[in-house]
Antibody
Framework: EVQLLESGGGLVQPGESLRLSCAASGFTFSSNAMTWVRQAPGKGLEWVSVISGSGGSTNYADSVKGRFTISRDNSKNTVFLQMNSLRAEDTAVYYC?????????????WGQGTLVTVSS | EIVLKQSPATLSLSPGERATLSCRASQSISSYLVWYQQKPGQAPRLLIYDASNRATGIPARFSGSGSGTDFTLTISSLEPEDFAVYYCQQRSNRPLTFGGGTKVEIK
């Protein structure tokens, strides 16, 4: 059974940093790209970042480029999102999701999300 | 950045009725469109990929169509568990983008 478990969310002040983790199990982790998607309270979904299975390729939304860094440790089946220079508008539930590899397109498994609140 | 516009914002229907949701892209995205369903307090769920292919385990009452800039998600006969918010997402160009969502509510 595929499972994704996010952690690391919390309350931080503007300008501070936070590192989210997503521990994966139930599949060959290095075979899939991994994605972070966020959702501000009461709002829609926003794609944040993706990292390839090897970790050699990454991509970011313009809203986080230069401030957030996605990485992965395939030996620990974990993907990370380092968030620096946080702003109030980064307040959201952050979801980790597995990107389909060959059989489909899109994110086919999602974690339960972790809440990040940026406020003074 | 490709903008996706979903309509209507809210759809009020009764169980058993047919739901038709629209997603329009600001430029052609071929068939690189997916649909997600999200219920309150839950993560999104992949329904349809490549515009018309049902994801694993998705009931046949869900169908997708379209290509280029205009796409449709159809729920042939609404079940009580189908009342939720539906999002389209384009996967043609980075950054990937979502539509604003359509809420299907009980009339």
């Amino acid at each position: 059974e595929v499972q994704l478990l996010e952690s690391g969310g919390g309350l931080v002040q503007p300008g501070e940093s936070l590192r989210l983790s997503c521990a994966a199990s139930g599949f060959t982790f290095s075979s899939n790209a991994m994605t972070w998607v966020r959702q501000a309270p009461g709002k829609g979904l926003e794609w944040v970042s993706v990292i390839s299975g090897s970790g050699g390729s990454t991509n970011y939304a313009d809203s986080v480029k230069g401030r957030f860094t996605i990485s992965r440790d395939n030996s620990k089946n974990t993907v990370f999102l380092q968030m620096n220079s946080l702003r109030a508008e980064d307040t959201a539930v952050y979801y980790c999701a597995r990107t389909c590899s060959l059989s489909c397109s899109g994110e086919d498994f999602w974690g339960q999300g972790t809440l990040v609140t940026v406020s003074s | 950045e490709i903008v996706l516009k979903q309509s209507p914002a809210t759809l009020s229907l009764s169980p058993g009725e047919r739901a038709t949701l629209s997603c329009r892209a600001s430029q052609s995205i071929s068939s690189y469109l997916v649909w997600y369903q999200q219920k309150p307090g839950q993560a999104p769920r992949l329904l349809i990929y490549d515009a018309s292919n049902r994801a694993t385990g998705i009931p046949a009452r869900f169908s997708g169509s379209g290509s280029g800039t205009d796409f449709t998600l159809t729920i042939s006969s609404l079940e009580p568990e189908d009342f939720a918010v539906y999002y389209c997402q384009q996967r043609s160009n980075r950054p990937l983008t979502f539509g604003g969502g359509t809420k299907v509510e009980i009339k």
